[in-house]
């Protein structure tokens, strides 16, 4: 049994005594963020904080959805679908628009369930790669190591291919299926790579950085937990590639420890992500041109803020050679040594 599937057996229990919280009438059958939930007032709750992210962001129509596959992603989809599924005259004006980048060749994959992502494929396999090798002038079997080791360029590949795709469907709006969960361990794995000027991009309930494009991140209020209880309810099955994780770069060990701090202080991921979305950088009227790496508005004076945290005494000629880059921001400088 996968962790997310132990959260789920231990947040569902059926008590005889307790009511819940939300209608006072029906048995509790939920244990989530100390609440004592049943089924219907929990799903409610679901969509009710889905709902108030994509009303406070405007999104209306002319709509595209990033759809990874896992759990996160199938239960926005699921969401996403939820007014069109009760009102058999809205599923007419049903505009959505998914995306799937084929990113498997990272994981090992073994293309079991092949022809489901041939069918839903915007991106395959083959066009991610070479994508990605070009964003980063790198050889064959270069491509794979890079961002395995660098998942915040890796996940920058995703969302420019997400955004290049979104402009040619002319949509409006982008949904990314962040949890919240996510965004606390990308919040503080991003300020330890340097990364701490994009924060609000990377981190917030919207990005509003692409002309005519808004990304919006309605999952962004919901926890790990939540998400997987909810999929669990609805009968919804994450791909089988996004069950383990074994990588050990600073993003999934920043992912496990979040998770484990979860566990036993259920606040954590609130608090983290209450605490970023407070972060203010000016990156969002920033006109200082783009990082060549990750694509995002460099702070200025990167190279300068590089050689301030690096002891030259370990090799002056390394140190003079890593600061050359002028059009690398400073986390990627980082990134590189
Ligand atoms: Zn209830
Ligand atoms: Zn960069």
Redesign the pocket.
């Known amino acids: 049994m996968c962790s997310i599937e132990e959260d789920v057996a231990k947040k569902l229990h059926v008590s005889e005594d307790k ?8 048995r ?1 059958t939920i244990l989530i963020r100390h609440n004592e ?6 799903v ?1 709750q679901m969509y009710s904080k889905y709902k108030t992210i994509v009303t406070k962001c405007n999104v209306t129509k002319n709509v595209l959805i990033a759809f990874s596959g896992g759990f996160c992603s199938r239960a926005m989809v699921h969401l996403s679908m939820k007014p069109y599924r009760e009102d058999p005259a809205r599923r007419k004006m049903l505009d959505f628009t998914m995306c799937f980048v084929d990113d498997r060749f990272i994981n090992d994959f073994d293309d079991a369930s092949e022809d489901m992502y041939k069918e839903l494929a915007t991106m395959s396999k083959a066009q991610f790669c070479d994508y990605a090798k070009s964003c980063f002038n790198l050889k064959d079997d270069e491509i794979k190591a890079f961002l395995i080791n660098n998942p915040y360029l890796y996940q920058s590949v995703i969302r420019r291919i997400i955004v290049e795709k979104a402009k040619e469907a002319s949509c409006s709006f982008a949904l990314f299926g962040d949890s919240a969960t996510k965004t606390a361990a990308n919040i503080l794995a991003n300020v330890s790579d340097g990364r701490g000027f994009s924060l609000p991009l990377d981190t917030g309930i919207s990005d509003p950085s692409e002309q005519n494009l808004m990304i919006v991140r309605p999952m962004s209020d919901h926890i790990e937990k939540e998400i997987s209880l909810y999929c669990h309810f609805e009968g919804l099955k994450p791909s089988e590639y996004f069950v383990k994780d074994s990588s050990t770069n600073t993003h999934s060990l920043t992912m496990n420890f979040i998770r484990g701090l979860d566990k036993d202080f259920p606040s954590t991921v609130s608090t983290v992500v209450r605490t970023g979305l407070k972060v203010t950088t000016g990156i969002i009227n920033s006109t200082n041109p783009c990082c060549k790496f990750c694509g995002r508005k460099r702070q200025g004076n990167d190279s300068e803020w590089s050689k301030a945290i690096t002891i030259a005494s370990i090799s002056k000629e390394a140190v003079e050679n890593s600061h050359t880059d002028g059009d690398v921001c400073f986390g990627c400088i980082r990134m590189k040594k």
């Open positions: 009511k819940c919280c939300k209608c006072k009438t029906s509790s939930l049943c089924k219907e007032c929990f409610y």
